[in-house]
């Protein structure tokens, strides 16, 4: 990841939004969950057999997010309600829709879920990296020209 600095926040890239969100959206789902599950006994369940040592079947083991990832993900989120509520809900749509795909975000199935095609989703979630820069740094805006108000 190309973000090293959160100080120069105003000469962040759209690419560099776009890896911020998607880690963040990692991050989010690597935390625990909120409610605790209920314990129903104090001793794991094992196998009574000594030919059976090893071979039970053991889940997923969840690494545990750094410090350094919650704080980006804090970051995100407070970016996040700087941006409007439609930007803000496509851009944590995708960043979700990414997490655990190897390929990026589900593009069709998040068209089918807003009701557009799935360039328009492309182009709204484009549009909406380019409108927090512009949030960030106004200053980038003005350099466009005052005719162009949103994309």
């Avoid at 960043?95 to 182009?123: D, E, F, I, Q, Y």
Wanted: glycine content about 6%; aromatic content about 8%; hydrophobic content about 40%.
């Amino acid at each position: 990841m190309k973000i090293t600095k959160l100080e120069d926040l105003h000469r962040w890239t759209v690419t560099d939004f776009d890896d911020l969100f998607m880690e963040a959206a990692e991050t989010e789902r690597s935390l625990p969950s909120a409610f605790r599950k209920q314990k129903m006994s104090s001793w794991p369940d094992y196998v009574q057999s000594w030919n059976a040592y090893g071979w039970t079947e053991a889940g997923p083991v969840r690494v545990a997010p750094s410090a350094a990832e919650v704080d980006r993900l804090d970051l995100a989120m407070d970016l996040g309600l700087r941006m409007p509520t439609e930007d803000r809900q496509i851009v944590w749509a995708v960043a979700h829709s990414a997490v655990g795909n190897g390929r990026g975000p589900k593009w069709t199935k998040l068209s089918k879920m807003l009701g557009c095609s799935r360039h328009t989703v492309k182009a709204d979630y484009a549009a909406a990296l380019i409108r927090l820069t512009w949030i960030i740094d106004p200053k980038r805006a003005r350099v466009l020209g005052s005719n162009v108000d949103r994309i």
